[in-house]
T-cell receptor, first 113, second 113 residues
Framework: NAGVTQTPKFQVLKTGQSMTLQCAQD?????MYWYRQDPGMGLRLIYY???????DKGEVPNGYNVSRLNKREFSLRLESAAPSQTSVYFC????????????FGPGTRLTVT | QKEVEQNSGPLSVPEGAIASLNCTYS??????FFWYRQYSGKSPELIMS????GDKEDGRFTAQLNKASQYVSLLIRDSQPSDSATYLC?????????????FGTGTQLKVEL
């Protein structure tokens, strides 16, 4: 039982490049989330998916797109990376016995130069 | 006004002492409250959840909730150096907010030998 997994762990991009961050959970959770964490700013919600087939914007969605591929997988895409997107990205899922408890993946550290 | 506020710290306590971490929230309709522990370079880990007024104990951890005053706290008894981490408070707001959580920016705890 791996919980929430994310790939890659680290990534360096040049401005304007694109990439997709992958997230998968094996806890049969309905809801999945993407956050970014910056020093002094805390965790900020980028996008979330309350259930398979639905996605909604969070607090900071600009510059990102998401796909809920199936119940297990939720990907985050940066179409044209900018230095302001340098951050640590966390995926989380919820929907177990206690609906609102969220469980986090190990994170992706992204640097955009 | 931030929705979830925490003192950033650092809060320094000697080994064996009680550490008290506080969090206030602005949405009076908030229903569910969580404490996460985050070690440097790692992802947030859920350590406590509380849903009703009063105290909830789990080992050395006690969560306290006072909805009338809109605060939630975490007490760590017999603090150990391994408790040194950043502690994040998270709040689930009204049912219309779905399963989303709003996080505070965290309090850094240092347990000194």
């Amino acid at each position: 039982n791996a919980g929430v997994t994310q790939t890659p762990k680290f990534q360096v991009l040049k401005t304007g490049q694109s990439m997709t961050l992958q997230c998968a959970q094996d806890m049969n959770h309905n809801s999945m989330y993407w956050y970014r964490q910056d020093p002094g700013m805390g965790l900020r919600l980028i996008y979330y998916s309350a259930s398979e087939g639905t996605t909604d914007k969070g607090e900071v969605p600009n510059g990102y797109n998401v796909s809920r591929l199936n119940k297990r997988e939720f990907s985050l895409r940066l179409e044209s990376a900018a230095p302001s997107q340098t951050s640590v990205y966390f995926c989380a899922s919820s929907g177990g016995t206690v609906a609102y408890e969220q469980y986090f993946g190990p994170g992706t550290r992204l640097t955009v130069t | 006004q931030k929705e979830v506020e925490q003192n950033s710290g650092p809060l320094s306590v000697p080994e064996g002492a009680i550490a008290s971490l506080n969090c206030t929230y602005s949405d009076r309709g908030s229903q569910s409250f969580f404490w996460y522990r985050q070690y440097s370079g790692k992802s947030p880990e859920l350590i406590m959840s509380i849903y009703s007024n009063g105290d909830k104990e789990d080992g050395r951890f006690t969560a306290q909730l006072n909805k009338a005053s809109q605060y939630v706290s975490l007490l760590i008894r017999d603090s150990q150096p391994s408790d040194s981490a950043t502690y994040l408070c998270a709040v689930n707001s009204r049912p219309g907010g779905g399963n989303k959580l709003t996080f505070g920016t965290g309090t850094q705890l240092k347990v000194e030998l």
